[in-house]
């Protein structure tokens, strides 16, 4: 199911990377979102993705369109792993 969120929101889009079972830090995470417009916002770990506890990672990203966005995590070296999501910005009428 796809999340629907509206205009003007503030969404937290968050990765776990594990190995196994246990939460693990990759040597390097990296996060891609595609708005609406298909323009890209390209993000990574240290300085625009925030490492909130071992393994967790997350960005905060402001939903000013309207439409689908798609949004995929990479983490590489300690824990190879890709995960990818979507979701729906609708209209307000405020």
Do not use: C, H, W
């Amino acid at each position: 199911m796809t999340n629907i969120y509206d205009e003007g929101d503030l969404v937290r889009l968050t990765a776990k990377f594990t190995i196994l079972t246990e939460l693990t830090n990759p040597n390097a995470v990296y996060l891609q979102v595609i708005g609406p417009d298909r323009a890209t916002g390209t993000y990574s770990y240290p300085t625009t993705v925030t490492n909130s506890a071992t393994g967790v990672f997350y960005r905060d990203v402001s939903l000013d369109l309207v439409g689908r966005y798609d949004y995929n995590f990479q983490g590489t070296g300690t824990v190879q792993a890709v995960g990818a999501g979507k979701f729906i910005v609708r209209r307000t009428d405020f």
